[in-house]
């Protein structure tokens, strides 16, 4: 029955020709030293007809200032990649579903090489009757263990839509809140709008100095654990293997030396290592 609802949900979608934005409260703790610093910031679901994605609104600003700087040094002949950092955020992914079937790829880096991670896990869900009021929806609860935690989501039939932030999907209405079961990472839903499509994932790839390569979720777990233990590899390899001038600048201006980057690098991947415990797939380190 759960599934004839959700694909007559998916029918629904299909029919409708406008483009909606949902806008999240993204509120973590990535560091299991200080439990109660969490830390917030806005992700947005864009959904179409044919699809949703996911990602930091802060991100995308600053991918597009990115794609500016990249196309003003191509315009002037410049062999030199200047590279500034100015992304603040923890929220580096997007996160692409494609309709009725619910493909679901993380487009990500390990390191400096982007990849399209496609993911089969599916949220197992167990609706319950509980109702409440969250940011003035009627919303229902539903339970589900994924990525090493529990998790309670409470979604709007009102809004019609299978989806959710992040890989969540599957429920008979839009997810409105969910967080896992030690409140150190929620999703709350806190706007919804028209937008024009922004062609979010074309913006990553023309940033991208290599392609996309498509692997699935194995593959992408042995190579972040790698990446866990030698934190510079790819950086080292994007050198060794590239003809370009590659030019590492701070968020001051100021350009920063190859080899402090990969020994800065290494530091903070220690100390990372030692805090940073508690990432949203808990299972990702297991």
Do not use: C
Not at 200 to 220: Q, S
Request: glycine letters at 4%; proline letters at 4%.
């Amino acid at each position: 029955m759960k599934k004839l609802i959700v694909l007559s949900l998916l029918t629904t979608i299909f029919l409708s020709a406008q483009n909606k934005r949902f806008t999240y409260e993204y509120s973590y703790i990535m560091y299991s030293t200080n439990m109660t610093g969490a830390q917030k910031e806005l992700v947005v679901l864009d959904v179409s007809p044919n699809g949703s994605i996911f990602y930091s609104l802060n991100k995308f600003k600053s991918d597009s200032l990115q794609h500016a700087e990249l196309q003003k040094m191509a315009n002037s002949s410049s062999d030199i990649i200047n590279v500034k950092e100015t992304y603040k955020g923890k929220i580096l992914y997007t996160i692409s579903k494609s309709y009725p079937k619910f493909e679901t790829f993380l487009h990500t880096k390990v390191g400096t090489d982007p990849y399209k991670v496609l993911d089969n896990r599916k949220p197992d869900w167990t609706i319950s009757s509980e109702k409440q009021n969250i940011e003035n929806f009627e919303v229902q609860k539903a339970v589900t263990n994924l990525f090493g935690r529990k998790w309670t989501a409470w979604f709007a039939t009102d809004l019609p839509i299978p989806d959710g932030p992040y890989k969540f999907q599957g429920l008979p209405g839009l997810i409105v809140k969910i967080e896992d079961e030690k409140q150190t990472h929620s999703f709350i839903l806190k706007g919804i709008g028209a937008y024009v499509d922004i062609h979010k994932l074309e913006l990553e790839e023309k940033n991208n100095y290599f392609k996309e390569v498509t692997i699935d979720y194995p593959k992408y777990k042995k190579l972040y654990l790698e990446q866990l233990s030698d934190p510079t590899k790819s950086l080292r390899q994007l050198v060794s293997r590239s003809n370009v001038n590659v030019k590492i600048m701070g968020a001051d201006g100021n350009e920063i030396k190859l080899s402090e980057v990969l020994r800065q690098r290494q530091l903070k991947s220690v100390e990372d290592r030692k805090k940073n415990n508690n990432p949203l797939e808990l299972d990702l380190l297991k």
